[in-house]
């Protein structure tokens, strides 16, 4: 029987309870080190490792270092390991202000100057994103990945119909309102960013009501391009569907709940990154 690891850095341990609803692993692989349900204290050399998180500390990188000599697979798995995600957050000077005035207190771990994604200190294999990833995905991820079958973008697991007879004129917020159960949540004035994001979740935000924030990355089309050609796609999305002014939506665009999860793949320009090989994703 195979091995696996969770090794978790800065980060919620979403993820970590994501991976342990998907239960059917336990026929498949043997568990060997994750500290939120086993009391191992050294992490053994292992199959396959999963990594959560962003590496924000001076732990997370020695603790990332040491895990991933004795692994034979790496996954980096959701936003944080990929892209900062909530860790990532705290680069904004005024949390970050916050934050370092508590410094004076012995528990504060010593944090590095920004949060980084896991490939820019050690090699990935695989790229499992979502915050969290699902239950299914984490399958996905420990079984034959041959056997699992995603839609190339939430909008097609979504199943909501889009009518070109309906134009918003103005943004309805995130969750306000009534919201139709059966038509697409851009034609009812939500900014749902669906069209342009990596399928496999099952669309499971879509289908209650709430717009999906891409926490997905971008759908193949965009993983290995500039984040400019995805944040272009979402534009070009809302100006053919609806009369809402781009300032409106590149002001949304650009918000806390969207800045968490946009770019995850496509930042790479930006932070002088290696490009992601879109085969690599799962
Ligand atoms: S844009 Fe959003 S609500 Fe509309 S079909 Fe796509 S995922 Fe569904
Ligand atoms: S619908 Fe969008 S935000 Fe929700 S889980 Fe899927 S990709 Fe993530």
């Known amino acids: 029987m195979k091995s696996f690891a969770v090794l978790q850095l800065s980060s919620c341990a979403g993820c970590e309870v994501a991976l342990l609803n998907a239960d059917e692993w336990v026929d498949h692989y043997r568990l060997a080190y994750m500290p939120l349900v086993s009391s191992t204290h050294n992490l053994p050399a292992v199959d396959l490792l999963f990594v959560s998180g962003s590496v924000r500390t001076d732990d997370d990188l020695h603790n990332l270092r040491k895990a991933v000599r004795q692994a034979g697979e790496v996954i980096a798995v959701g936003t944080c390991a990929i892209s900062g995600g909530v860790a990532h957050l705290g680069d904004r000077d ?33 790229y499992l994103p979502g915050c969290p990833p699902t239950p299914e995905l984490f399958l996905a ?3 034959d990945q041959e056997d699992f079958k995603s839609a190339s973008s939430v909008c097609q697991e979504c199943g909501r119909h889009k009518d070109k007879e309906i134009r918003p004129t103005h943004l309805s917020g995130f969750m306000r309102g009534s919201v139709d159960p059966e038509l697409c949540l851009v034609n009812q004035g ?50 053919t569907m609806t009369d809402i002014p781009v300032e409106e939506l590149e002001q949304a665009l650009r918000s806390p709940q969207l800045a968490m999860f946009l770019f995850q793949f496509s930042d790479y320009d930006e932070l002088h990154r290696k490009p992601r090989s879109k085969d690599k994703v799962i």
Do not use: M
């Open 94 to 126: 005024e949390v970050r202000s916050l934050f370092l005035a508590q410094e004076s207190r012995r528990h504060v771990p010593r944090l590095l100057p920004k949060s980084h994604p896991v490939d820019e200190w050690v090699p990935v294999d695989r």
């Open 141 to 143: 991820a420990l079984t």
């Open 190 to 239: 939500y900014l749902c960013i669906g069209t342009s994001t990596r399928a496999g979740c099952r669309a499971l935000c879509t289908r209650p009501g709430h717009p999906c924030v891409g926490c997905r990355g971008p759908s193949n089309a965009f993983i290995e391009k500039e984040s400019s050609a995805w944040l272009a796609s979402i534009l070009r999305v809302f100006t």
